[in-house]
């Protein structure tokens, strides 16, 4: 991005690095999905002494749709008046609120989508974006909160992840692939230092490395230093472990060690890939972390996966581990970001014992397996799937490739057909592909609705472990809270008698 008078350039006091940290958590708060792990349940999180982390996806469409929703209660605007650059948050106020909210029926206006070399104002929203959610989950109490971004989105990161450290945050996590890059560039991000990070760019010739840069001079004339948050790398295998901790500048701070249960995204079985007869990926022995691999090297570690009791907290620090990292039970609290109707169909589902969750190889344009709920009306349903007209309008997950002629262009498996074969895609890798990105927006209520009248079908995710719902339930509940998701995991093991 260069920086131009417009911009909004200023000088400004920044934070001032911390102190030494202080207690790791004992609970993690999974970020899950597009805005289900939002600003709120995340601060009711924080709130009870745990680590709180919103979904850093997406947020910039978020803040957008938000806004044109008329952000009846201000607090999108509020955070935005925080924002350090005062001149980005009048600009994206001005072109995105509307007072009241959209009228009935009107579709979200066009939003400009990810790129390598991306417009001033779409690398401003998405910093001011990340600043929001943030900032809002921070406000008013002084507890951790962190940020979850997926690795296989690195066009977004600089820009995203220098908003969230404007903002003050504590915790950055990240899977989804090999974040090798992340610690080198929350250093230079907290010495006022341009950062980068690298992006595969496919041809008919094989793979090409480019870069996504973000410099602070972007947005500050003379830019202070930053609080470098904790980064934590979320991973699945011990080479993968292994690879990260070669080297200093590729060392995160810690570890999520997820098991392939949980909810998103999982990580591909090691070796060839084999459906079991519930249609789901077969894993084996090389897709479980050894702890004594991560245990020699003296990080902390937190295993997540169904680990969401008691017993399982207890089993996990016998292991040595710092604690736990928890999405689904907090996905299905009622601070969740889900729209209460699919909340409410996930609920009733597991304790009736007709919820099935399945780890679809197909649905992610990533290739990496999805957890797919399979729910009444949505993208689980190969009829809905079959009658979508694929669109490709909001295009996070988009790939940079070079056609014969060297030229930049954007692809994705789940966009119409015809054009990702056009771009030199293998119709292949079409089948079965959903549009995460219109359908997990959907599933939070942000639906987009198209010119012929129809209305974006969500997908929901959710992990395969629900056996926490009885004890958070009870015999005769219906709804439970964040803090009783954290107050349920801290009150230790049950005895014989109690089971």
Known sequence: MTRTPESGSATIAMPVPRPAQGPLPVIIQGGMGVGVSGWRLARAVSLTGQLGVVSGLGLDMLLARRLQLGDGDGDLRRALGAFPVPAVAEWIVDRYFIEGGLADGAAFMPMPRLMLRPSRQSTELMVAAN??????????????????????????????????????????????????????????????????????????????????????????????????????????????????????????????????????????????????????????????????????LGLPYWLAGGFASPDRLQEAKDAGAAGVQVGSAFAL????????????????????????????????????????????????????????????????????????????GYRCPSEPVGAYVRKGGAVEDTDGRRCLCNGLIAAIGLAQRLPDGTVEPAIVTIGQDLSFLPALLGPHGDDYAARDVVEYLLAGPRTTAQA
């Open 131 to 296: 600043f929001v959610e943030i900032f809002l989950a921070k406000e008013g109490h002084d507890g951790i909160v962190g940020v979850n971004y997926l690795e296989k989105i690195q066009m977004a990161t600089p820009a995203a992840l220098y908003g969230a450290m404007l903002a003050g945050v504590d915790y950055v996590l990240m899977g989804a692939g090999v974040p090798a890059e992340i610690p080198a560039l929350l250093d230079a991000f907290a010495q006022g230092e341009p950062g980068s990070v690298t992006v595969v760019i496919h041809g008919p010739g094989g793979s090409a490395p480019a870069t996504a840069t973000l410099s602070p001079r972007d947005l500050f004339e003379a830019p202070h230093p930053l609080t470098r948050p904790l980064f934590l790398a979320i991973v699945s295998s011990s080479a993968l472990v292994t690879y990260l901790t070669r080297e200093r500048r590729t060392t995160p701070d810690g570890f999520v060690i997820e098991g392939f249960i949980a909810g998103g995204h999982s990580a591909r079985p090691r070796g060839a890939m084999t459906i079991a007869a519930d249609g789901d990926p077969e894993y084996g022995p090389r897709d479980v972390v050894d702890l004594r691999t991560v245990q020699a």
């Open 333 to 408: 609290s009622e601070e969740s970001g889900l729209d209460p109707a699919y909340r409410r169909q996930l609920l009733d589902g597991a304790r009736a014992g007709t919820l099935h969750v399945r780890a679809d190889v197909l649905a992610s344009p990533t290739a990496f397996p999805f957890k797919v709920a399979e729910l009444p009306h949505t993208l689980s349903e190969p009829g809905v799937y079959e009658d979508r007209k694929r669109v490709c309008d909001i295009g996070g997950l988009r790939m940079p490739y070079r056609n014969a002629q060297g030229k930049l």
